[in-house]
């Protein structure tokens, strides 16, 4: 490994490792995300498909694939199959969130309207979907469409836990692994899957992807309430705010006494929130360990990525995978 | 055929011949529709689901395979996909239209909020796509994805075409086939395609199907101009209001002289109605013939979807799909 590569993020090197691969899954992107008939369908995406994301799930993907050996095409596909599953849901989210940014930039519901979001994000999962019938892979496609009905069961739940105090660690977890975990998986499994990996090395990759997901979801949540001034684009108390159930708070609560549960019945279950209720949040939560606790979770996550990685062949994509996992976890730590 | 067969409708008559397989999809639709985590999600989807659509895109389904001979299963699971892809298109349309009733109740989007009615179309889209991959066959698949595309493309161009005078004629029948016929010539072509059906036969059935939806589609854009009191829950002039160019409006714009153009440039464009302007472009539309040209459209549809099935066995299923045709536009005879 040069110089050069230790210097760079995890991701960059990944980047740098698949670029020939990654160019061309953005060019297949591009060319099917174009509609002759309807051109609001190519602006909207391309706002948000340009936006300079990291392109993380498809690396994933072509990651996987290639780590299992496979040397046909259809993993190009199956890449850009996972970023529009992820761009389609980024644009509903945005609907249902209300949210004016994305990735430093005005969201399209703002640029456009929530009506072109709502139909331009099914446009973009109807694409997914051809491109991954295009793989000939009934395997591949079971993966996928586990996968989108665990995203969007994971979405509505997380709809009705907003100011829900009863919220438990178990539902958490099925709302991160459908917003997050469960695309990773699915991102991951699949390259694997289409390389006609044996059994253990698709399982492990799942695994992998799952734990990856999980990890990466655990950290976001906790960057929250204890990440200022990070740089990764979300405000502190941005969940507080919107009274999301997180597993700071989850935690928190769990450990609250009689006068500690009235506050948090007060700014989480009827909203009322005053300047300082932030604040007096994240005392609360420093108070019983719960940041602590959470850092270790997704420490616990990242480790169990790692773990599955063993069963695989000891290669550079292997160790950029698992550094990639370590890089997750290097925010909180 | 009974007396008591022939003074049913079509539909009606539809249904009796399928019950048992109806009956085994709705069983279906119930099962596939829970979600243990989330309740929020049978509660929304119930309420659309039961409250008594016709279920003609699942009859169309079941018909086409019993036509062509089929004896598996699968064609029960089609069914329900193909009626869970309306039902989340419904749900989508209603959050983009803002609609407040649908089949005589209020919307979902109304009863819950645009955020449930996102998120649940989406569960349901995920759904419907895992019942359609159980089904094993990638062209099934082809066809299914191809149709999700046409939907989500006809729905954006339809965003984009309202208020605007310069819709042509071939921008409007991509609008509907998108809305309507995509859905229904996917829903007997695939229905063909399971039973493995000879080509000129899953072909006919396609054609059938996107002859009828287009017919159908034509007949409900007609009655918005001339059809007050037919009790199809749609008000006369909806389609003017919104200032979306439908057909009989196409055609009336078409002939318009200078007046008639300042007329639908200020009611279409500008949106600027006033009292009597639906009963003056309604007799714009008379003067040129327009509310004619339109229902004899919609009649050269339906003998086209008629003429469709003559390769077909001739049974008695054939000649309620026949006689389905014709009901469509006895609306407008």
Redesign the interface.
């Known amino acids: 490994m040069s110089l050069d590569q230790l210097t760079l993020k995890p991701h960059d090197q990944l980047a740098r490792a698949l670029a020939p691969e990654l160019d061309r899954v953005n060019t297949l992107i591009r060319t099917r995300m174009a509609?002759e008939?309807?051109?609001?369908?190519p602006e909207v995406t391309a706002h948000l498909i340009e936006a300079g994301g990291k392109r993380l799930r498809p690396m994933l993907t072509l990651a996987s694939a290639r780590l299992c050996g496979y040397a046909g095409e259809h993993h190009i596909r199956l890449a850009a199959t996972v970023e529009f599953i992820h761009t389609a849901?980024l644009l509903?989210d945005d609907?249902?969130d209300g949210s004016a940014q994305r990735r430093g930039r005005p969201t399209a519901n703002l640029l456009w309207d929530?009506?072109?979001s709502?139909?331009?994000g099914?446009?973009l999962?109807?694409?997914a979907?051809?491109l991954m019938?295009e793989c000939?892979s009934?395997r591949v496609?079971?993966i996928l469409?586990?996968a989108?009905?665990t995203?969007?069961?994971g979405?509505?739940?997380q709809?009705?836990t907003v100011r829900n105090l009863a919220t438990d660690e178990a539902?958490y977890e099925?709302v991160i692994r459908g917003k997050t975990a469960a695309l990773f998986s699915a991102a991951t499994e699949a390259g694997a899957v289409i390389a006609g990996a044996p059994e253990p090395q698709a399982d492990a990759l799942r695994r992998y992807g799952d734990a990856l997901g999980m990890g990466f979801q655990i950290v976001d949540d906790f960057l929250d309430y204890g990440g200022a001034g990070t740089g990764i684009g979300k405000n502190l108390g941005d969940d507080f705010r919107e009274g999301k159930p997180t597993l700071p708070l989850i935690r928190a609560v769990a450990c609250a006494d009689a006068e500690e549960r009235a506050f948090w019945e007060r700014v989480i279950e009827r909203r009322d929130q005053r300047p300082g209720d932030l604040e007096h949040a994240m005392a609360l939560m420093a108070r019983h360990g719960a940041l602590d606790g959470v850092r270790k979770s997704a420490l616990d996550w990242v480790a169990t990525a790692r773990a599955a990685l063993g069963v695989l062949p000891d290669t550079d994509l292997r160790t950029m995978l698992d550094e990639l996992a370590g890089y997750v976890v290097a925010r909180v730590t």
């Open positions: 509609s008939s309807a051109p609001r369908i849901t509903h609907v249902v929530n009506k072109s709502v139909l331009v099914d446009y999962f109807a694409r979907f051809q019938v000939d009934l496609l079971d469409s586990n989108a009905a995203i969007a069961e979405e509505v739940l709809l009705t539902t099925r």
